[in-house]
T-cell receptor
Framework: AQSVTQPDIHITVSEGASLELRCNYS??????LFWYVQSPGQGLQLLLK??????LVQGIKGFEAEFKRSQSSFNLRKPSVHWSDAAEYFC????????????FGAGTRLFVKA | NAGVTQTPKFRVLKTGQSMTLLCAQD?????MYWYRQDPGMGLRLIHY???????AKGEVPDGYNVSRLKKQNFLLGLESAAPSQTSVYFC?????????FGSGTRLTVV
């Protein structure tokens, strides 16, 4: 069965510093991979998705993610973090059991310090 | 463009009471989903629908029922609420992979 692991429960970075959020997945075939962001009191918003092709994927708000099959990873990156990026980030993988179901990781909460 | 709208936003129930959560989408999406979000557990799929008139069980369906009588609406029902159902409930819709989420319903069962 597919699964997603986000090793870091929370991360703190300084404003202007670079960011990398880790994600590892378990999937037999080529996975469909996603990153979502959730601001406090809000629903989740899709940041980016990977289906196939170029392993470096660009998303909204200046985020990017790199698919590495050999490491079963799909880490999210941003070169320079802004205070407004403070939120919870979820990595997710598309299920292969139909219905376009999606399996979510437990999330990583990002804190940004001035 | 409202996207996905959930009502109510907050609710407190007593153990044993029933309620229905409503999800409405205006994007003509075929697929709709109900998830619950609990601290440290991410989102877990309760039920989903692949089209009008269809429903299917997800990962944690026990204690919940759903209906999709109209394409734009997906209802989640709790027949006899239990404290373990205290959670934040999210509805999502999609035309494939990549969801649009509602803003959630925070439910407390006392």
């Amino acid at each position: 069965a597919q699964s997603v692991t986000q090793p870091d429960i929370h991360i703190t970075v300084s404003e202007g510093a670079s960011l990398e959020l880790r994600c590892n997945y378990s999937y037999g075939a080529t996975p469909y991979l996603f990153w979502y962001v959730q601001s406090p009191g809000q629903g989740l918003q899709l940041l980016l998705k990977y289906f196939s092709g170029d392993t470096l994927v660009q998303g909204i708000k200046g985020f990017e993610a790199e698919f590495k099959r050999s490491q079963s990873s799909f880490n999210l990156r941003k070169p320079s973090v802004h205070w407004s990026d403070a939120a919870e980030y979820f990595c997710a993988v598309g299920s292969d059991t139909g219905g376009f179901k999606t399996i979510f990781g437990a999330g990583t909460r990002l804190f940004v310090k001035a | 463009n409202a996207g996905v709208t959930q009502t109510p936003k907050f609710r407190v129930l007593k153990t044993g009471q029933s309620m229905t959560l409503l999800c409405a989408q205006d994007m003509n999406h075929e697929y709709m989903y109900w998830y619950r979000q609990d601290p440290g557990m991410g989102l877990r799929l309760i039920h989903y629908s692949v089209g009008e008139g269809t429903t299917a069980k997800g990962e944690v369906p026990d204690g919940y029922n759903v209906s999709r009588l109209k394409k734009q609406n997906f209802l989640l029902g709790l027949e006899s609420a239990a404290p373990s159902q205290t959670s934040v409930y999210f509805c999502a819709s999609s035309g494939g992979y990549g969801y649009t989420f509602g803003s959630g319903t925070r439910l407390t069962v006392v």
